[in-house]
């Protein structure tokens, strides 16, 4: 068990720009989890996926934000023309498909600063 | 939809002294209830699982415990140290899905 391991821990970008994040989870870990959390704030909920397959999709999660994990493995977010407001930790959480028992683990987060 | 509160949003005490952080929430109907820590600029770590079916857990000097009825948790950290100063988030889970809404956090600075 290695943890959730999260790709770049910091990304400065220019407004406009596209970024793209790479989380790799716990391997077996059936649950990949997005979450989003800004200064002062508790994570809020963007996205999750059971395997391949996307569940549900906050409504935080704009036409901007997209997210994959194509094999069930990784996962990468891509936001597309950053804007100021997509400044924010983004951290990636893992679960086992085991019911109420199964806590969420998180890797250490990619901090993005728009400029 | 399910909120969950954490008042005070910072505590202060002394090392040795037990102290206890609470957490509310608004639905009821919650699935499991989970404590975290975070250290500065990290992630999440997990501290404490409660089910909805269970009233309390213990992991060492750690004790959450699950009040249903009333909308409540609280995290019971005993003979605290210098070591334990991070933030402390509770989060409900409103599904199997194990998606968890968050509080705001509790910051905790435990002097020398």
């Known amino acids: 068990d290695t943890g959730v391991s999260q790709d770049p821990r910091h990304k400065i970008t220019k407004r406009g720009q596209n970024v793209t994040f790479r989380c790799d989870p716990i391997s077996e870990h059936n649950r990949l989890y997005w979450y989003r959390q800004t200064l002062g704030q508790g994570p809020e909920f963007l996205t999750y996926f059971q395997n391949e397959a996307q569940l549900e999709k906050s409504r935080l999660l704009s036409d901007r934000f997209s997210a994959e994990r194509p094999k069930g493995s990784f996962s990468t977010l891509e936001i597309q023309r950053t804007e100021q407001g997509d400044s924010a930790m983004y951290l990636c959480?893992?679960?086992?498909?085991?019911?109420?028992?199964?806590?969420?683990?998180f890797g250490n987060g990619t901090r993005l600063t728009v400029t | 939809k399910q909120e969950v509160t954490q008042i005070p949003a910072a505590l202060s005490v002394p090392e040795g002294e037990n102290l206890v952080l609470n957490c509310s929430f608004t639905d009821s109907a919650i699935y499991n209830l989970q404590w975290f820590r975070q250290d500065p600029g990290k992630g999440l770590t997990s501290l404490l699982l409660?089910?909805?079916?269970?009233r309390e857990q213990t992991s060492g000097r750690l004790n959450a415990s699950l009040d249903k009825s009333s909308g409540r948790s609280t995290l019971y950290i005993a003979a605290s140290q210098p070591g334990d100063s991070a933030t402390y988030l509770c989060a409900g889970g409103t599904g199997a899905n194990s998606k968890l809404t968050f509080g705001k956090g509790i910051t905790l600075s435990v002097r020398p």
């Open positions: 959480a893992s679960s086992p498909m085991l019911g109420q028992n199964s806590p969420l683990h």
């Open positions: 409660i089910q909805s079916s269970q």
